[in-house]
């Protein structure tokens, strides 16, 4: 290169991605200081869909909340559901009964490998493949029935109560979830053939931006993210709560099959194998629904003693977790929510030094983040 | 390898869009052909009737205290049975976020959640449905629940004429 040329290429270049993009996920914007196609340091800006959710709790009653818990991450409502009807249960010292727990765990791995599908779907659509996005919105579709009929919602369930859960399940719908899981079981065999084998998405996600175990630690990972790289950590074997603990299921952590260990490839994959665990839970509590109640005592007006309590679940995409502080009133006087694509997003900045654009963008979609859920 | 990876990865991902044109379309010409979603689905809110036709809502604002978006408003009014009744009730569908926690808390089962998701208007005022529009003559899904039957309308006599009574304040006047 000749030094005028030199002298040119040391220039740094600003460029906006989003808010509006279809590889941001939401609306969320990046700045990115770019030299030529590669990255100088990518900076996550949030906020443009804040609601401020948290604010809104110290408005309602406990009760009258969880719908608006519907709304911190769409796509996995029911562990946001969870969370806070878990958290209140504790203040209140309440015990959930057992089929209402094992409901509990059924709605929430549906919603689960739905949630996968939108991930994965994504994923592959973000590094320009069309068509499994469309085959896995199709999956997610059945699973959206199933939740519908049973909790009267397709997307915003309001479906776990404090104390229990809404709805019983109807006559047929655990055969019918039956019916969809042999059918899910080849369709996840089918997405391996279509797109784990291809060349052009091997290559784009194979050692792509490679998280090493103890940077996810230190930068606060969680979920599919932070076991693709390599660390062993599932809140429900590791802190187990629900019904969880009499389930049996495996906890798949990154191999790096296409690469090194954290690489955009192995989240990929975890997902996919996180799908086939979540299979093998709802077999397992379709075949143990026990009889009894749906809903424990709840009292009319609910006001917990004064307290606080941290409450976390593994959700859809890692530790979900809820601070709660109780002054004793009808209404909670503080909620903090700890939401997982907050710290995957933090991350970026750290990990985008030398990246390629392109490959920023497969970086975003493997991390999985959902702006209402940064934002809250 | 790499080369044998590439031929194979190829051929099965055409194989699997191959198999998908003998599928049977998974979607559906929305206008024309509608779906019919599960009878749980929380969409328009309706208000029932009794068996006997006559509406259902007393008019006790539990509906309205529930709802976490306050988005249902009524006037209470009293028939000459001493029956209360809505003299208008209005909810704005424009501010709902179907969470059915207002059909939960509706004692007398008059106001009902359907499976009507079209509710969509040009004019975010025609969102604003009033008693008229949300009127049924219908039981919904408890056909023959009647709340009457069960707590019956106030007393034979008119309120304060008992030997033992004063008669009812005048909740709007500043004289003792
Ligand atoms: S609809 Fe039901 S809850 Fe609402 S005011 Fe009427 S009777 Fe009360
Ligand atoms: S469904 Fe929810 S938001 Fe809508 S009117 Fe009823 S209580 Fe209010």
Redo the contacts between chains.
């Keep these: 290169m000749s030094p005028e040329l030199q002298q040119v290429g040391r220039e740094e270049f600003v460029l906006n991605m989003g808010p509006h993009h279809p590889a941001t996920h939401g609306v969320l914007r990046f700045v990115l200081h770019t030299d030529g196609e590669i990255m100088r340091r990518a900076v996550p800006e949030v906020g443009y869909l804040h609601r401020g959710l948290e604010k809104l709790a110290e408005a309602h009653t406990y009760a009258a909340y969880v719908p608006f818990t519907d709304r911190i991450n769409y796509l996995e409502s029911m562990f946001c559901n969870q969370v806070w009807s878990m958290a209140v249960e504790r203040l209140l010292g309440l015990q959930v009964p057992r089929r209402a727990e094992y409901l509990r765990v059924i709605a929430c791995e549906l919603n689960r490998i739905a949630n996968h599908c939108i991930a994965l779907g994504s994923i592959a659509m973000d590094v320009g493949a069309y068509t499994p996005f469309v085959y896995l919105l199709r999956e997610r579709e059945a699973i959206n029935d199933l939740l519908e009929a049973l909790c009267g919602n397709r997307l915003t369930y309001h479906y776990v109560r404090i104390g229990g859960v809404a709805h019983d399940v109807d006559e047929g719908w655990q055969g019918k979830v039956r019916a969809y899981l042999d059918h899910l079981e080849p369709i996840l065999d089918e997405l391996h053939s279509l797109v784990g084998g291809n060349e052009i998405l091997v290559r784009r996600l194979g050692g792509v931006a490679v998280i090493c175990a103890s940077d996810a630690v230190g930068w606060g990972l969680v979920g599919p993210n932070l076991r693709a790289s390599g660390v062993d950590w599932d809140l429900r074997r590791d802190r187990p709560y629900s019904v969880y603990p009499e389930l049996s299921f495996e906890v798949p952590v990154g191999r790096g099959e296409q690469g090194q260990v954290g690489d955009c490839y192995d989240r990929w994959t975890v997902r996919v194998a996180e799908m086939r665990q979540s299979v093998r839970l709802l077999r397992q509590a379709l075949e143990r629904l026990p009889a009894g109640d749906i809903l424990a005592k709840v009292p009319r007006s609910i006001k917990p003693p004064a307290g606080e309590v941290y409450q976390p679940v593994e959700g859809a995409r890692g530790e979900l977790g809820l601070y709660l502080v109780s002054d004793g009133s009808p209404k909670p006087s503080r909620a903090k929510w700890r939401s997982s694509s907050f710290a995957a997003l933090s991350i970026v900045e750290h990990l985008s030094r030398g990246l390629m654009i392109a490959d920023l963008v497969a970086l975003i979609a493997s991390l999985d983040p959902i702006a209402p859920e940064v934002d809250r | 390898m790499?080369l044998w990876?590439?031929i194979?990865?190829?051929l099965?991902?055409l194989?699997?869009?191959l198999k998908?044109i003998f599928r049977r379309p998974?979607t559906i010409p929305y206008p024309e052909v509608k779906r019919v979603?599960?009878p749980?689905?929380?969409a328009r809110i309706v208000l029932t009737r009794d068996p006997r036709g006559g509406e259902r809502c007393v008019a006790c604002h539990l509906c309205s205290a529930?709802c976490?978006v306050n988005c249902i408003s009524m006037q209470a009014a009293e028939g000459p049975d001493g029956r209360r009744y809505a003299a208008w009730f209005r909810i704005n569908f424009s501010r709902c976020?179907?969470?059915?926690?207002c059909a939960e808390a509706c004692p007398t089962l008059a106001i009902q959640?359907t499976p009507d998701y079209e509710l969509c208007r040009r004019d975010p005022l025609e969102l604003v449905f009033e008693k008229e529009d949300l009127l049924v003559e219908d039981g919904g899904k408890d056909r023959d629940y009647d709340f009457y039957r069960h707590a019956g309308i106030g007393v034979a006599q008119a309120r304060g004429e008992g030997s033992e009574e004063e008669p009812p304040a005048d909740v709007r006047s500043l004289l003792p």
């Design positions: 790499t990876r590439s194979r990865g190829t099965a991902a194989g699997v869009t998908a998974a979603p599960a749980r689905y929380r529930a976490p976020i179907f969470c059915g926690l959640m």
